[in-house]
Nanobody
Framework: QVQLVESGGGLVQAGGSLRLSCAAS????????MGWFRQAPGKEREFVAA????????YYADSVKGRFTISRDNAKNTVYLQMNSLKPEDTAVYYC???????????????????WGQGTQVTVSS
């Protein structure tokens, strides 16, 4: 069982930065790959980024590539999402999620993730 709690969201101007954190409970955190998703009002939840259990492999949606960086610290049971050059279209609720088997076929599909956090709001003003 893994419980996830996101933090770090807020209001920022376009071009600014935020760092989201996702703290996990449970001794099995390091066995899970992790992903970040986001959901804007009236839209489906969409994949943002994912990282393997070791941190050795990372994946990004085209819309955030070059601006966002996902990382993890297994000693602290935490995964991060550094968001730079934020745009108004990045406004959404951001969720972290844990997945036991990360593949190119599964990482973008919310239904394949095993555990979810409650989400943190990110609002980017123009």
């Amino acid at each position: 069982q893994v419980q996830l709690v996101e933090s770090g969201g807020g209001l920022v101007q376009a071009g600014g930065s935020l760092r989201l954190s996702c703290a996990a409970s449970g001794r099995t955190f390091s066995k899970y790959a992790m992903g970040w998703f986001r959901q804007a009002p009236g839209k489906e939840r969409e994949f943002v980024a994912a990282i393997s259990w070791s941190g050795g492999s990372t994946y990004y949606a085209d819309s955030v590539k070059g601006r966002f960086t996902i990382s993890r610290d297994n000693a602290k049971n935490t995964v991060y999402l550094q968001m730079n050059s934020l745009k108004p279209e990045d406004t959404a609720v951001y969720y972290c999620a844990a997945i036991s088997v990360l593949t190119l076929a599964t990482m973008m599909r919310p239904t394949r993730y095993d555990y979810w956090g409650q989400g943190t709001q990110v609002t980017v003003s123009s």
